[in-house]
């Protein structure tokens, strides 16, 4: 498997960063950042750099479905996982949500060796 390059959008400063020592120690190079405006910017700029973009939803200023959203007018190939503590039912039918062209929507508390696991499969079984 190729090595996996992404950019983690949580506005909790501990889960991005959680996420972020995690993934690296799995061997992912990734980098977070806790404002999705920022993350955004720093993708316009290089929009083929990474592989995968974890995004949080429920975020101040922008949602992950926003950030997904504008990723994809960058990226049409890019995996994009949504992470939410929040309920999802019914979410799935959200047109924002099918726009996003979201890879895998995820239920927060996750096991970390999960999402690690998540993430592969998916890069892996899409590339």
Do not use: W
Not at 59 to 87: Q, V
Not at 103 to 111: A, E, W
């Amino acid at each position: 498997m190729k090595s996996v390059s992404g950019v983690i959008v949580d506005d909790e400063e501990e889960l991005a960063s959680l996420y972020t020592q995690f993934l690296s120690l799995t061997g992912f190079e990734v980098i977070s950042f806790t404002k999705p405006l920022l993350a955004l910017e720093h993708y316009r700029q290089n929009p083929y750099k990474y592989s995968m973009i974890l995004t949080d939803l429920k975020m101040p200023g922008m949602n992950g479905l926003e950030l997904a959203n504008e990723i994809r007018k960058l990226n049409s190939s890019i995996k994009i996982f949504l992470i939410t503590a929040f309920d999802i039912s019914g979410l799935e039918k959200d047109p924002a949500f099918q726009s996003a062209n979201i890879c895998k929507l995820i239920q927060k508390p996750v096991n970390l060796n999960t999402l690690c696991n998540i993430i592969k499969e998916n890069i892996q079984t899409n590339d």
